[in-house]
């Protein structure tokens, strides 16, 4: 019994193996009707006149206002932070496109590379730059705040 078990699971394999698997569209009627379709299409050319055009017209991107809020200069030779439009930035790296030069030993600005800016800037803690006007204003907003001018305990 337990031969002819075996011998049924070998032969009903045998006969689905045989079997053609077959092909995506079975008809010849749909084979033919996409082998016309693609005989017939027409593939339109892209102009590149045109689509360098287009990218010629648009309105040049002006960068993003740039403020520092603080940094910190280490004397143990590794590099110091820069806190960029609040985001933390080590010394001679980038973030957001805004590159930050070697903080330098003496002095308190903070040399930056916009992208955009044909010039880099030096910028204070505490200063922002506005591309639009072309100006270095000091960010005074934090000390005009009620809540930072509070004192007493910490939390609600």
């Known amino acids: 019994m337990r ?28 084979r033919a009707t996409l082998d016309h379709l693609r005989q017939t299409r027409k593939v339109e050319p892209v102009n590149v006149d045109t689509a360098t055009q287009e ?7 002006t960068p993003p206002s740039v403020s520092v809020q603080g940094y910190v200069k280490r004397s143990d030779g590794k590099k ?3 806190w960029v439009n609040d985001q933390p930035v080590q010394e001679s790296s980038s973030a957001d496109g805004v590159e930050v030069g070697k903080l330098p030993k003496t002095g308190n600005e903070v040399q930056l590379k916009v992208p955009g800016l044909d010039r880099s800037l030096k910028l204070k803690a505490g200063q922002a ?8 204003t000091e960010n005074k907003v ?5 809540d930072a001018q509070k004192s007493g305990t910490i939390g609600p």
């Open 129 to 136: 730059y506005d591309p639009e006007t072309d100006s270095i």
């Open 55 to 61: 990218i010629l017209e648009l309105a040049p991107v």
């Open 142 to 146: 934090r000390a005009s705040q009620p």
């Open 80 to 82: 110091g932070t820069v």
């Open 3 to 30: 031969y002819l078990l075996i011998l049924l699971m070998f032969v009903s394999t045998a006969a689905l193996a045989a079997e053609p698997f077959g092909r995506l569209f079975t008809t010849p009627a749909e």
